[in-house]
């Protein structure tokens, strides 16, 4: 995790953000941006990893690998 922060202020939809909060289930604004945020990061690396297999730059994994990956928190 990046410890760089960048402090700054924005305009936000209200009710983008509190939908954003009831997905996310988070309950600060600060938390739900961050959530979002990484979230959008986690689906970028996942469709990157799945443009790689497809490429096949990746051997096959077994079951058990891609259980393992997709219970590692912090897999990409």
Request: avoid cysteine.
């Amino acid at each position: 995790m990046s410890e760089r922060i960048h402090r700054t202020t924005i305009d936000l939809d209200i009710d983008v953000l509190d939908r954003a909060r009831e997905l996310l289930g988070t309950t600060t604004i600060r938390d739900t941006v961050d959530k979002a945020l990484r979230e959008v990061d986690r689906r970028a690396a996942l469709r990157e990893f799945a443009d790689e297999i497809r490429a096949g730059r990746f051997p096959a994994l077994t079951p058990e690998e891609l259980a393992e990956i997709r219970r590692n928190p912090h897999f990409p």
